[in-house]
């Protein structure tokens, strides 16, 4: 039952991490210090901590269905200027259907998801082991001390960014006006968040493309869609090296914490969309660089 309370715990956080540019990592990394499974696997946590992101993802798929979803059936009401007219005698009513807007748009998410792609395949398990690393008696490894600089280092670049970009007008304001230079950049972006734990995937992207002329409504918008093939590529990439033999606590755990993540998900999406209308990102800046000095005195403490 513990464990059980636990993966709610972890489900909590991520729901609420994964998509606020804070790095879920990075809480996840403190969580995992303070409050450790028990009776799982050597390389459970290590599996757990990506595959509960699918419970976040799903919450955008339903979220943004009517968006993502290049597929929709022709109906019989036709737009006028004098208003909504029936065209019963149109032979394509009923007929599926394919919005461009949306095809485009998957074509650019692949076209940012290349760079990620790259380094998953080529460097990530190498890199892995490199942040491994133990660095001192208490368990403090390379990763936790990258984790805290990063939130630190991103943080203060949300701060700078922000600032700098007072008073200037996006060039991008949709998703659909994204170019795919743009969407190449974002995914460079997204390749340093793969590479250094702590940067925050949503942060760097969201970062990114409101470097480059990105309003914040459609970089978050672009960083939720992207989003889902990432996840779901990386959540199945580390079942498989974990492999499939889970116990009954550790498939119990993972569910539990996945279902939660999903729902705080549904909430914190909404929250997010409806904040960035009237605010900037500099609150998470400083909250990056509050998080990152804690990391490290926890850590440093333990």
Aim: hydrophobic residues 55%; aromatic residues 12%.
């Amino acid at each position: 039952m513990l464990e059980i309370l636990k993966a709610i715990v972890y489900g909590i956080v991520e729901g609420i991490t994964e998509w606020l540019p804070i790095s879920s990592t990075g809480h996840l990394i403190l969580v995992e210090q303070l409050i450790p499974f028990k009776g799982t696997s050597e390389n459970f946590f290590e599996m757990f901590d990506v595959v509960i992101q699918l419970g976040a993802i799903m919450a955008v798929v339903i979220l943004f269905w009517y968006k993502i979803w290049p597929f929709y059936k022709k109906d019989n009401m036709e737009m006028t200027k004098g208003g909504i007219r029936k065209s019963a005698h149109d032979p394509s009513v009923g007929k599926v259907a394919m919005s461009m807007d949306a095809f485009v748009m998957w074509l650019k998410i692949v076209v940012a998801c290349i760079p990620a792609v790259v380094y998953g395949l080529l460097f990530d398990d190498k890199v892995e082991e490199l942040f491994s690393k133990p660095v001192n008696e208490s368990g403090m490894t390379v990763k936790v001390i990258v984790v805290a600089v990063m939130l630190v280092l991103v943080g203060i670049l949300f701060i700078l960014i922000e600032r700098r970009n007072k008073g200037r007008v996006p060039v991008m304001k949709s998703v659909s006006s994204i170019t795919f230079q743009a969407a190449l950049i974002i995914g460079v972006c997204q390749l340093v968040a793969a590479a250094l734990p702590g940067t925050s995937r949503s942060g760097a992207t969201i970062l990114g493309a409101i470097l480059i002329g990105v309003s914040r409504k459609a970089a978050a918008e672009f960083t939720f869609f992207l989003g889902i093939p990432v996840m779901f590529g990386a959540s199945l990439l580390k079942v498989l090296k974990f492999g499939f033999a889970f116990t009954g606590l550790e498939l119990t755990v993972l569910l539990v914490g996945t279902v939660v993540s999903f729902i705080v998900s549904l909430f914190v999406v909404r929250m997010l969309m409806g904040y960035i209308k009237k605010h900037d990102f500099q609150a998470f800046g400083w909250y990056r660089i509050a998080l990152g000095i804690i990391v490290l005195l926890v850590f440093l403490m333990l």
